[in-house]
T-cell receptor, first 111, second 114 residues
Framework: RKEVEQDPGPFNVPEGATVAFNCTYS??????FFWYRQDCRKEPKLLMS???SGNEDGRFTAQLNRASQYISLLIRDSKLSDSATYLC????????????FGTGTRLLVSP | GAGVSQTPSNKVTEKGKYVELRCDPI?????LYWYRQSLGQGPEFLIY????????DSGLPNDRFFAVRPEGSVSTLKIQRTERGDSAMYLC????????????FGEGSRLTVL
């Protein structure tokens, strides 16, 4: 089983739609969680951290369910510029703290 | 200030050749990471340096891969006897150390082994 699993998509949605991505992780000792965004042929960049209580940044909402080892990202009112791959990232304590990336979920927002 | 710099941006080589990929992290960042990313996949961890020492090299696929960071700044990823399966984007990232979730990535070095 992969350490971090995501549906690779693609998710095709119209502008203005709400879309949700899910991610599961295998190591229950994982400490911190993040969503990164990667544009085509570009490097990944941090989108937002995921806190236990859930957190929101504008149109983006991240949630964590430790009991189910599940993380989600909700994007409201999708924009064309949201088209990208969204990577779920887990900070695992394996002797040192290693950031493990999921495969990524591709989002395509169309006019 | 300058971000993470990686050279070369593109490298095409023949099977069996030796390759070096260079990473210059953000000034002051003590932690440096190498990841490898194939098309349609997420970045795959290779090795992590804290200062000059490799704190974890468990992601290196085999002994053809080696990385150094002799002065705690610039790092070089070395691949011997390259194989076609080594073709990928090699990403370097840095941050101020463990417990930090944000990695600052370079633009990567795309390696193609013919």
């Amino acid at each position: 089983r992969k350490e971090v699993e995501q549906d690779p998509g693609p998710f095709n949605v119209p502008e203005g739609a709400t879309v949700a991505f899910n991610c599961t992780y295998s190591n229950s000792a994982s400490q911190s969680f993040f969503w990164y965004r990667q544009d085509c042929r570009k490097e990944p960049k941090l989108l937002m951290s995921v806190y236990s209580s859930g957190n929101e940044d504008g149109r983006f909402t991240a949630q964590l369910n430790r009991a189910s080892q599940y993380i989600s990202l909700l994007i409201r009112d999708s924009k064309l510029s949201d088209s990208a791959t969204y990577l779920c990232v887990v900070l695992m304590n394996t002797g040192f703290q290693k950031l493990v990336f999921g495969t990524g979920t591709r989002l395509l927002v169309s006019p | 200030g300058a971000g993470v710099s990686q050279t070369p941006s593109n490298k095409v080589t023949e099977k069996g050749k030796y390759v070096e990929l260079r990473c210059d992290p953000i000034s002051g960042h003590t932690a440096l990471y190498w990841y490898r990313q194939s098309l349609g996949q997420g970045p795959e961890f290779l090795i992590y340096f804290q200062g000059t020492g490799a704190a974890d090299d468990s992601g290196l696929p085999n002994d053809r891969f080696f990385a150094v960071r002799p002065e705690g700044s610039v790092s070089t990823l070395k691949i011997q006897r390259t194989e076609r399966g080594d073709s990928a984007m090699y990403l370097c990232a840095s941050n101020r150390g463990p417990d930090t979730g944000e990695l600052f990535f370079g633009e990567g070095s795309r390696l193609t082994v013919l």
